[in-house]
């Protein structure tokens, strides 16, 4: 049997905070409150098993990521000729290879794989209880949008092509495109979540073969952004303010793949089964 299981567990955290007696203030050119996370496992379990009458073979993988992102501006005047950004971006991909191999000539093989793949955690902007004034003068602010590297619509999947590049899309990652936001204030909140599990298992007797294999994907956890309580160019007027951007955005893609073969001179048995859960 093979066994495997991998956790990464963090919190990444950018702030500007005062207190309810002490404003936090900051005049510059440009201001920055960004948090950024990038969390990547991969787990490859194989087991197999030979015997003169009998072989089991198996493998079970876990794989858990919880990462917490927060860009906080909280009680605090921020002026900026060019642009006042607050920005949290995070990243989560778990990758989950397994197999098993059973066979004998005897009486019974008997192989399975089990997976259980989980993503959770959120990702913040918050902007509360401040006096911001972004004039927007110093260019553009550039964010990182999510995008799949197989982009679609429901139009395009029509013909042969277009069905061999959805199969293409469901098992890459995801990509990220620069986006040039406008000069001035902007909140902008992403995060995207890749699961790919797959697990095959095979085996072979002279009477009996039963071989199973299940995945479970989860996929939970929360991205936003608030702006509360917040003054957003109050001084100045429509022509001397710079431009406003408040902006979530949250990609998942979950991806499964099983096989299962048995061989047996009386009695095979082969069977797969996949749960997948965004909440």
Same mark, same amino acid.
């Given at each position: 049997a093979a066994l495997g299981g991998d956790r990464i567990n963090?919190? &990444? &955290?950018a702030e500007v905070i005062g207190d309810s007696t &002490? &404003?936090?203030?900051? %005049?510059?050119? *440009?201001?920055?409150t960004k948090a950024t996370a990038d969390a990547d496992i991969l787990n490859i379990a194989v087991g197999a098993a030979g015997g003169g009458q009998v072989a089991v073979a198996?493998?079970?993988?876990i794989n858990m990521?919880?990462?917490?992102?927060y860009a906080n501006i909280t009680n605090? @005047?921020?002026?900026?000729?060019g642009n006042i950004a607050a920005v949290t971006q995070s990243d989560e991909?778990?990758?989950?290879?397994?197999?098993?191999?059973?066979? @004998? %000539?005897? $009486?019974?093989? $008997?192989g399975g794989n089990v997976a259980v793949n989980k993503i959770d955690g959120k990702t913040i902007t918050t902007v509360e209880g401040s006096d911001i004034t972004a004039q927007g003068n110093d260019g553009g602010y550039i964010t990182y949008g999510a995008v799949s590297k197989g982009e679609l619509n429901a139009d395009s999947l029509k013909s042969e092509e277009s069905k061999n590049k959805a199969a293409k899309f469901q098992i890459e990652n995801f990509?990220?495109?620069a $986006? *040039? *936001?406008?000069?001035?204030f902007i909140a902008d909140s992403s995060s995207t979540h890749a699961i790919q599990a797959v697990l095959v298992t095979a085996g072979g007797a002279g009477t009996a073969a039963v071989e199973l294999g299940v995945d479970v994907n989860l996929v939970g956890g929360a991205t936003k952004t608030v702006v509360k309580e917040t003054d957003i160019n109050k001084a100045l007027d429509a022509v001397d303010a710079g431009s406003v951007a408040i902006k979530a955005v949250d990609f998942t893609n979950s991806y499964s793949f099983l096989v299962n073969a048995a061989v047996a001179g009386t009695a095979a048995v082969a069977g797969a089964g996949a749960v997948k859960i965004t909440a």
């Open positions: 963090a919190n &990444t &955290t &002490t &404003t936090s203030k900051i %005049f510059a050119r *440009n201001i920055e198996g493998s079970f993988g990521i919880e990462d917490n992102v605090s @005047t921020l002026g900026a000729y991909r778990i990758r989950n290879f397994a197999g098993a191999l059973s066979a @004998t %000539f005897g $009486v019974a093989a $008997v990509e990220r495109k $986006v *040039n *936001n406008k000069g001035g």
